[in-house]
């Protein structure tokens, strides 16, 4: 059953492609390319021009070799060598690419098989050539490769195109470091200059200004004394003697904060 039509198998191939005539036995046609006006007995090789009367008792003798097969026999000589052959011209003529894809219809009656039918030595070819199918399917194999090869390249340069501008970004990151590293630096720097200015105040301050002003004062107080060592102003000494606690204080407080 073929797309719901039947056929009437007549005509058959052996397992390697050899087509043998239903009608006459002959080797390389079929039942309707047959030339023969009668049929021939597989059996006994005799040809009878109605084959269905003939029942057939012998012992078989093969049209081909004469010998104890049947004329359809794989076993036979003559139809082993036709098939070498024709296996040998089926592999040297691959120039359609065309492959038939094999159709297996199974019912109740035949089993459809490819190999049944006559051959088509270009398109079944590739099919029937097991050479040529573990090739398509090496060749298959490559392309699978190839193209894995290709999105691992495409993953590699994304990745690598990562690292570059990964690269640059981490350069301008230490860029940035350094760059705060040095306003750091500049910070400590200016920060020491202040304590430096602070602490010039600070011995001005305390190692200059306050021991001229505590000259100054001991002087005033001995101004302000008659030559008995009276004083002369009670108030003028009181301020001068509180002054000079006040100075003692501030230079021992200064001491204090170094
Ligand atoms: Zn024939
Ligand atoms: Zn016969
Ligand atoms: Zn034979």
């Known amino acids: 059953m073929i797309n719901y039509i039947s056929y009437e198998i007549t005509?058959?191939?052996?397992?390697?492609?050899?087509?043998?005539?239903?009608?006459?036995?002959?080797?390389?046609?079929?039942?309707?390319?047959?030339?023969?006006?009668?049929?021939?007995?597989?059996?006994?090789?005799?040809?009878?021009?109605?084959?269905k009367s003939h029942q057939c008792s012998a012992s078989p003798i093969c049209k081909h070799c004469k010998g104890d097969h049947l004329s359809n026999s794989m076993k036979c000589p003559?139809?082993?060598?036709?098939?070498?052959?024709?296996?040998?011209?089926?592999?040297?003529?691959?120039?359609?690419?065309?492959?038939v894809p094999p159709n297996n219809n199974n019912n109740n009656n035949y089993r459809f098989d490819s190999l049944?039918?006559?051959?088509?030595?270009?398109?079944?070819?590739q099919l029937n050539n097991p050479m040529m199918s573990k090739l398509d399917d090496l060749i298959g194999k490559i392309n699978d490769v190839k193209d894995h090869l290709a999105s691992l390249t495409l993953k590699y340069d994304k990745f690598e195109k990562f690292m570059v501008e990964k690269a640059k970004h981490d350069i301008h990151v230490s860029h940035q470091i350094d760059t705060l590293s040095a306003n750091d630096q500049e910070f400590k720097k200016d920060l020491l200059n202040h304590?430096?200015?602070l602490g010039r105040h600070e011995n001005f301050f305390?190692?200059?200004?306050?021991?001229?002003?505590?000259?100054?004062f001991s002087w005033m107080a001995v101004q302000n004394q008659d030559k008995k060592g009276n004083t002369l102003d009670a108030d003028l000494k009181c301020r001068l003697e509180r002054y000079?606690?006040?100075?003692?204080?501030?230079?021992?407080?200064?001491?204090?904060?170094?």
């Open 206 to 216: 305390t190692k200059l200004f306050i021991p001229i002003l505590e000259e100054v």
């Open 78 to 99: 003559v139809i082993k060598s036709f098939r070498a052959e024709l296996t040998r011209k089926l592999l040297s003529s691959n120039t359609n690419p065309t492959a």
């Open 195 to 197: 304590h430096m200015l």
């Open 244 to 258: 000079v606690v006040q100075m003692r204080k501030t230079r021992e407080g200064k001491h204090r904060f170094n």
């Open 116 to 125: 049944n039918f006559p051959p088509l030595p270009s398109t079944q070819a």
């Open 11 to 51: 005509e058959f191939l052996s397992p390697a492609q050899v087509l043998i005539c239903s009608k006459c036995s002959g080797i390389g046609h079929f039942r309707k390319q047959c030339s023969e006006q009668d049929e021939t007995c597989k059996t006994c090789a005799q040809a009878f021009p109605d084959l």
